[in-house]
C-alpha cells in the first residue's frame, strides 16, 4: 500500500479524535479516496483512538478488499464510504463517528437546523438532514443516505446510528464534523430555554458571503 496514503487516514484518524467530535470509545471509521483509481484507503480498526497503520485497508469501491484484514464490524459500513464516493466524483474524504450530540438527533431523527451561524459559512445552511433507519451498512441503509443526501451539503444524520460526512479533503470533512457537533450541542443546551432559533434564510448568505470576503482578504498584519 502507498505509505503516504496510509499516513494521511491515519492522521486524519487522529485529527478526527482531537475535534472531540466522536463518541467515547472512539468509534468511527475514516476513508481517503485513492486519487485516479476507483478505490480508498479505510480504517479496519475498532477505534480511532490511536488507529495503527498497519489497520489501514485498501478497498475498491465496487467493496472488494484489495490489501489489509477487514473485520466484520468494520466490514459493514464500507457501502457508506463507497456510495459517497460513487455519487460524488469530487468527494476525497468520509468521516462516520458517533458524535455524542448530532448522534441526540440522529436517535430521535430529528435535522439539525441552521441556528449556529458556522453551518451558514461552510455548506450547511439547509442544516443536516436526517437519512431513514435501516440495518447499518444494508442496502437500505445506503438506499436511504442517498434519498437523504442535499446537493452541496456535506453531512448526514444517520437514524438511530451516527453522522456521515463527506468532503472534498480531510481538512474540510474535519472541520465540517465539528461544526455539526457544535450546532448539535447547542441545540441540546438552547432545550431548556425555549428551543434553537434559525438564522433567517436571507441572513444565510449574507453569512456566508461575508466569510468569503474576509476570506479573500487573507490575513492583516499591523
Do not use: K
Amino acid at each position: 500500500m502507498d505509505a503516504d496514503l496510509v499516513d494521511q487516514v491515519v492522521s486524519t484518524a487522529a485529527r478526527v479524535v482531537a475535534s472531540g467530535a466522536i463518541s467515547a470509545n472512539g468509534h468511527g471509521n475514516v476513508s481517503v479516496r485513492v486519487p485516479g483509481a476507483e478505490e480508498m484507503y479505510y480504517t479496519a480498526g475498532p477505534s480511532l483512538r490511536d488507529h495503527p497503520a498497519s489497520a489501514v485497508v485498501r478497498v475498491r469501491l465496487d467493496g472488494t478488499l484489495l490489501e489489509g484484514e477487514l473485520p466484520p464490524i468494520q466490514g459493514a459500513v464500507v457501502a457508506m464510504h463507497t456510495a459517497m464516493y460513487a455519487d460524488q466524483p469530487d468527494v476525497g474524504c468520509v468521516l462516520h463517528t458517533h458524535s455524542p450530540y448530532a448522534t441526540a438527533y440522529a436517535v430521535a431523527h430529528r435535522p439539525i437546523g441552521c441556528w449556529v451561524e458556522a453551518l451558514a459559512m461552510f455548506g450547511l445552511a439547509s442544516g443536516v438532514p436526517v437519512a431513514g433507519y435501516g440495518p447499518r451498512g444494508s442496502d437500505e441503509a445506503v438506499a436511504n443516505i442517498r434519498a437523504a443526501v442535499v446537493p452541496g451539503v456535506p453531512a448526514v444524520l444517520l437514524a438511530n446510528h451516527g453522522v456521515l460526512v463527506f468532503h472534498r479533503t480531510p481538512d474540510l470533512a474535519i472541520l465540517v464534523g465539528s461544526v455539526v457537533e457544535e450546532a448539535a450541542q447547542a441545540g441540546v443546551n438552547a432545550s431548556p430555554l425555549g428551543g434553537p432559533v434559525e438564522i433567517p434564510h436571507d441572513l444565510r448568505a449574507a453569512a456566508l458571503q461575508r466569510a468569503m470576503a474576509f476570506d479573500s482578504r487573507g490575513s492583516v498584519h499591523a
